[in-house]
Structure formats: C-alpha cells, structure tokens
C-alpha cells in the first residue's frame, strides 16, 4: 500500500474527525467540559459513539468494514463514558474507583498489544490509538472531571525549561547505558534542521502527549492519590516500561523495558512539578526525536 493510497479525501477527513476531540480538549478544556455536561444525562453518554465514523469512513472507504469492529468502535467509548460517570458519583474524592482502574487496563493492554489494529487497513492502525485516547479524555476529562491530569497544551516557557532539564539528567544515563548494552547506535549522518523539527512535532501529538496522557495524567496521578508522590513515580515508570516489552521485536525486549522504565521516572518528575502533560511531553519527545534521529 502506496502513501498516495492512504491520503484520500476520505481518510484525511476522518482524521480530521479523530482529532479534533483530542486537541479541542487540549486547548479548550473547561469550554468543551461546559457544552458537554450541559448536554441531557443521555446524550452525554451516548455521545462517544460518534468516535465510531472514522472507522466507518475509512473502512468503507478501504473496503474492509465489519459489522463487528464498528460494533465495537461505537459501543466501546459509550461503556468507558458510563463507567466513569458513576465513577465520579461513587467516588467523589477521586481516590480511585474500580473502574478506573478497569479502563485504564483495558485501554491500555488495547494498545500495547494491537488488538484492534487489524481492523485498519495498512499503517492507518494509527487511528486505533487516538480513538481510544478521544474515548478517554471524554470519560476521564469531561465527565470523571478527573483533577491534577494537567491535560493542557497551551505550553508555557516553564513548560520547555523543566522538560528539557529531565532530558539532560535522564540523557547521560541514557547514552551510557544504551551504548553499552548495544541499544543505541550512533547515526553516522546528521539529520537536517527541517527533519529535527519535524519529528520533533509528528512525536510530540501522536506518541508523546497520548503517552504522557495515559501514563502520567491519569494513571500517576490517581496512584499518587492512593500511594503517595514517589511510590507512585516509580510504580508508573515500571508500567510504562513494560508496555515497550515487544517493540522493536517479536520477544521481550529488556533493553526497551530498562531503558523505558528509566526513560519514565524522569517524564514522571517533570510531570509531577507542576503537574502539566505538556511538559512531561516535551521531555518525552525530545528524548524519542534525539534517539530516532541520531541513535536508533
């Protein structure tokens, strides 16, 4: 499957419908927050069953749609959106409910371990991800109304000065590591200014905020509330670097898992200091375009 093929009026309209959920909140939170519960009680939950256009679009589109996966790309965000409203009626201290923990695993085993991705065609399983992200942050952001997620990419200066302060602690350790456990190769040629910039923005929307999102917005931030801050850090480091146990290669890749799980404390910490997404995703994405573009 060609490039060409995949850029169809179709497909780049249902990714302009898939992501409009995820930035609109990022950069307009309380006013979509406000619309949406202003909403009858059943048309905030049944709402999410909008996530399922995309992959009706691009299916047919493709030619592969299945009754089945539309069934569960519809069905699917309106179950998270139910469980987290009562989430938030029987747990309104936040302290973490069953369901919460319930989705988190659910979305989070969905990605790391691609079961839906056959129902895209190609390398458009990317919008797997994001659906699922659209269908968290509406559960998690609009209605839970989970507090301390810090889901805002209107970044500040001190957003980038704390990111980029992790990077150069985690860096050293990083290098020194990676090469010795043969996991790092330097690149021989240096990218140029115009590669740099873009990887640095393809990975900061599509893999570090929904990363930094799930791991430290809402998984961290409601194990603090049961832990503490640093048991907390740690415990999510670890679970992040576990869900890169088969990247890169078809067994455990311990190397991924070590280096991820270190990777981790420090997007943990920069997250933690003013408990901000954007700022734990600058680190993120700064140490991912360093490693892709001069070690991978």
Not at 13 to 28: E, G, I, M, R
Not at 248 to 269: C, D, Q, S
Request: with cysteine; proline share 4%; glycine share 8%.
């Amino acid at each position: 499957m060609t490039f060409s093929s995949l850029v169809t009026p179709v497909n780049v309209a249902a990714a302009l419908l898939t992501l409009v959920p995820f930035l609109s909140v990022a950069f307009f939170p309380d006013a979509i927050g406000a619309r949406v519960r202003a909403l009858p009680l059943w048309a905030q939950l049944a709402s999410p069953a909008a996530l399922s256009i995309p992959y009706l679009m691009v299916s047919l589109g493709a030619g592969i749609f299945r009754w089945g996966w539309f069934a569960i790309y519809a069905a699917l965000p309106v179950l998270i959106a139910v469980l987290l409203w009562q989430a938030a009626r029987v747990d309104p201290g936040q302290l973490g409910n069953w369901r919460d923990y319930l989705i988190l695993a659910a979305l989070g085993l969905a990605v790391d371990l691609r079961w839906f991705e056959s129902a895209w065609p190609g390398k458009l399983s990317v919008f797997n991800k994001i659906l699922l992200l659209d269908a968290g942050i509406y559960g998690f952001v609009l209605l839970r109304q989970l507090e301390g997620t810090g889901f805002n990419l209107r970044l500040r200066r001190s957003d980038f000065l704390i990111g980029l302060r992790e990077v150069a602690f985690y860096f050293p350790i990083a290098l020194v590591l990676g090469l010795s456990l043969g996991f790092l190769h330097v690149h021989k040629v240096l990218p140029s200014v115009e590669a740099m910039a873009a990887a640095w923005i393809f990975t900061f929307f599509f893999v570090a905020v929904p990363e930094e999102l799930f791991f430290r917005g809402w998984v961290q931030n409601l194990l603090t509330k049961r832990m503490g801050r640093y048991p907390a850090l740690i415990l999510t480091a670890c679970l992040f670097g576990l869900a890169h146990f088969n990247k890169r290669t078809i067994n455990f890749n311990w190397r991924y898992v070590l280096l991820a799980a270190i990777a981790g404390i420090f997007y943990g910490r920069a997250w933690m200091q003013d408990r901000r997404v954007g700022t734990s995703a600058v680190t993120h994405t700064t140490v991912d375009a360093i490693w892709s573009l001069w070690f991978r």
